[in-house]
């Protein structure tokens, strides 16, 4: 079974625990207490990961420490369409990977700022949102273009592990002062991403709220507990 | 306040969306209906003070992501969750502003009055961009603008045009391969002293009936419309006033 | 800053807690702002804790809760008392500061709050259809001054980390400061027992504070990790709710925002505040 060394507030671990939803890939999720506890800078997590870093996926002897790592293995092995990660075409798997590596200069920027707005780690906040502006503007460009093709998703005419990689930071970064206005195509692709069929949010990422077919399931559950 | 703002391109919300919009120094939710119609009102939910631009549309109500307040198109508010069985008294409202479409914009108003300065023309979506410089320098840009910055567009004398459509709506002529193109651009006051370009395009009326701009020539004018805005927030990038050689210069 | 030292000021004559007491080793030191004055915390290689002022004036200092408080005025009480704090068996979480760019008022007018649960907590605190908030009582306790709110009932899908399913749990509010509440809900495992989650709020300003949570809970089943991580989930959630509140200040005029019964303590609070002259963060007039 896939155990996840977890951190319910990190944006990088809800990548792991996106992709596990929507591939509806079952997993044990272990929480590490990364704050207040630093428990990620102790001697038995960095047994686990020397870099001291979460999110941790573990299956069998398979170690991975790196999210668009762990996000490759997740589609790779619980996707057997093997659209999330397009492995027989290489132009579509090569802009996955560039999105991939988009996605580390979000978590630089939007991702530093939240975490210095929200649990006041020390950064140069206003360089942090700026860069984060940068990286919102050149995706803007590239999801308005996509639009013009019809294409809701990062890469071509479907969703990707591209989609999981970028999606969280941007998703948070008014967390860490950066508002989602300026950008009308970001806000149309974080809608397209929250319809996938088996998304999940995490704290402060909201839920659509459309309305719920599972009303009367909800009611079910009531009388029994009651 | 009685100006009308062009906040959105029409086709940037869509039914059941809810965006924020800022005019002047009033915080506005502006939202759409899931059979179409158009709101806009205060940002703020009377009960808790809450962005209403945070909440989400069931039918022809916007619900308020806080509490679930939902609130009709009038904004008369119509049903309190933690009270299922209670009709809520008619003075708990939303303040209510001025909302239009038209030519292909979303236009909103504080006082309601008037009409937006802009013919309905029918025209085609490209996309809206914000701009780090003031809408007086925008527009004057866009005044003086023309499309020389792909190939497929013929630069030079006589092949492009001018027309203020509004205050605030410039119409760029020009010629795209070997058809009329007519560039339609918007400006938004943004809070900070920034301002928005909507931009939308209109093939002309010669060419028949059509389904709207292909793809290639909307990607060719959002390609534009960045390059615009780079040498606007580049100044010193420039010589001098921002000019078509000049762009053909750089871009070698 | 201005010397308003002799005043009587509700904001400044409050104890708040300004950090973690376990994080603060001997030797160690922490700056921070509380109510707009920096101060500096330090626990001596003794292990005492001390506490002053940019001018050098040492502040009083309390140790309980886990966290360290103090005051920048001369608070005329002792900290309030949560006798469930040394009961046997109860496992004591600090889940750590949380900043938000609100009001500390605002902040703890939130946590006293059950009927945005389904919306903010979906399927967790709470879940439509089940939106329903049933009449409870609201009362202010004359011997501490404290607003109290009793007998609330909400159906919960997953009421805390150690409940599985839903079920209909009881709550009781307490608010024992103008920035501390207390919340005593059903405790799945021991029957009878109330789980005690706290927000203490340290404003930094009126419209900026750190929150930290703490909990004292009987849970045998869960990890700490897991313990903070459920709390720091349910907060986090009600953070961007708290930072798009508008106005920022918690408004006191009741013709600001409209209560439903619903909010029957929220009332309580904001008139007990009026009451006390407690305006920081606070919004008296309507804009």
């Not at chain 2, 709101?39 to 808790?48: F, G, K, L, Q, S």
């Not at chain 2, 209109?202 to 020539?217: I, R, S, T, Y």
């Not at chain 2, 805005?229 to 762009?247: G, H, M």
């Not at chain 3, 903070?228 to 006191?252: A, T, W, Y």
Request: hydrophobic share 45%; proline share 8%; charged share 25%.
């Amino acid at each position: 079974m896939l155990k996840l060394y977890d951190y319910v507030l990190s944006g990088s671990a809800y990548k792991a625990r996106l992709m596990m939803a929507i591939l509806g890939a079952p997993y044990e999720a272990v929480p590490v207490d990364f704050y207040p506890g630093n428990e990620h800078r102790q001697p038995d997590f960095l047994d686990l990961n020397p870099a001291g870093t979460l999110p941790v996926l573990v299956d069998g002897d398979l170690v991975l420490t790196d999210s668009a790592a762990i996000l490759t293995y997740l589609a790779g092995k619980h996707d057997p369409p093997g659209t999330w990660l397009p492995a027989g075409d290489p132009a579509r798997l090569a802009q996955v990977v560039q999105w991939l590596a988009f996605s580390q200069s979000l978590t630089a920027t939007a991702g530093a700022a939240r975490l210095h707005d929200m649990i006041n780690r020390p950064l140069d906040v206003e360089a942090a949102r700026a860069g984060a502006h940068r990286a919102f503007r050149e995706l803007e460009r590239h999801l308005t273009a996509q639009a013009f093709d019809g294409n809701a998703f990062l890469v071509a005419d479907q969703p990707t592990i591209a989609d999981i990689a970028c999606f969280p930071y941007v998703a948070l970064s008014p967390d860490g002062g950066i508002a989602h206005d300026d950008y009308p195509a970001i806000r149309g692709w974080l809608d397209a991403v929250k319809r996938l069929p088996g998304f999940i949010e995490m704290p402060g990422i909201h839920a659509l709220h459309e309305v719920r077919e599972t009303e009367p399931g909800v009611v079910a559950m009531a009388a029994e507990a009651g | 306040m009685s100006k009308w703002v062009p906040v959105a391109l029409a086709d940037g919300l869509k039914p059941g969306g809810v965006m924020r919009a800022v005019v002047g120094d009033q915080d506005l939710v502006v939202w759409r209906t899931t059979a179409g119609a158009v709101n806009a009102w205060n940002n703020r939910c009377p009960h808790r003070g809450m962005r209403l631009s945070f909440g989400f549309v069931r039918g022809d109500r916007l619900a308020c992501l806080y509490h679930g307040w939902q609130f009709g198109a009038d904004s008369v508010c119509r049903y309190i969750p933690a009270h299922p069985d209670l009709e809520p008294p008619a003075t708990i409202t939303a303040t209510v502003y001025g909302a239009r479409e038209r030519g292909g914009l979303i236009w909103v108003s504080l006082s309601g009055e008037g009409e937006p300065d802009m013919p309905d023309i029918a025209v085609h979506p490209v996309r809206s961009l914000a701009v780090d410089v003031a809408p007086g320098d925008l527009l004057a840009a866009l005044r003086g603008a023309c499309f020389p910055v792909s190939e497929t567009w013929q630069a030079g004398s006589g092949t492009f045009s001018h027309e203020d459509l509004g205050e605030a709506v410039v119409a760029i002529d020009g010629v795209d391969g070997d058809a009329r193109c007519r560039l339609v651009a918007a400006v938004q006051p943004l809070p900070d002293g920034r301002a928005m370009l909507h931009l939308l395009v209109d093939e002309g009326p010669d060419d028949g009936p059509h389904d709207g701009p292909a793809a290639a020539l909307k990607l060719r004018l959002s390609d534009w419309a960045e390059r615009l805005r780079w040498f606007l927030e580049n100044p010193q990038a420039t010589s001098a006033s921002w000019t078509p050689v000049l762009v053909e210069e750089r871009a070698a | 800053m201005s010397e308003t030292v002799e005043k009587k000021d509700p904001a400044r004559d409050e104890w708040y807690a300004v950090g973690i007491s376990a994080d603060l080793r001997p030797g160690e030191a922490r700056e921070t702002i509380l109510v707009g004055e920096p101060i500096d915390i330090r626990r001596e290689p003794g292990g005492a804790v001390i506490v002053s002022k940019s001018d050098g004036r040492a502040c009083p200092v309390r140790e309980r809760y886990g966290h360290v408080w103090t005051s920048i005025g001369a608070p005329d009480h002792d900290l309030f008392a949560i006798p469930e704090a040394d009961q046997e068996g109860r496992v004591l979480v600090d889940v750590g500061a949380v900043r938000v760019r609100c009001s500390p008022l605002r902040a703890v007018e939130n946590f006293l709050d059950i009927a945005h649960f389904p919306y903010v907590h979906t399927d967790i605190l709470g879940a439509e259809p089940q939106t329903e908030v049933v009449p409870y009582k609201v009362h202010v306790e004359e011997a501490g001054d404290e607003v109290w709110a009793t007998k609330v009932k909400f159906f919960q899908p997953q009421a805390a980390k150690s409940a599985e399913g839903g079920i209909v749990t009881d709550y009781k509010y307490r608010v024992p400061a103008p920035t501390t509440a207390i919340l005593y809900k059903t405790c799945p495992p021991r029957p009878g027992e109330w789980d005690v989650i706290t927000i203490f709020v340290q404003p930094i300003a009126e419209d900026l504070c750190d929150v930290w949570p703490w909990m004292a809970l009987f849970d045998e089943d869960n990890s700490l990790a897991e313990l903070i991580h459920f709390q720091q989930m349910i907060f986090l959630q009600d953070r961007s709710i708290l930072e798009n509140q508008v106005p920022k200040l918690l408004p006191l005029d009741p013709k600001m925002e409209i209560p439903t019964r619903a909010d029957m303590t929220s009332v309580a609070y904001r008139r007990w505040l009026k009451r006390r002259g407690m305006t920081y963060g606070a919004q008296t007039a309507a804009a």
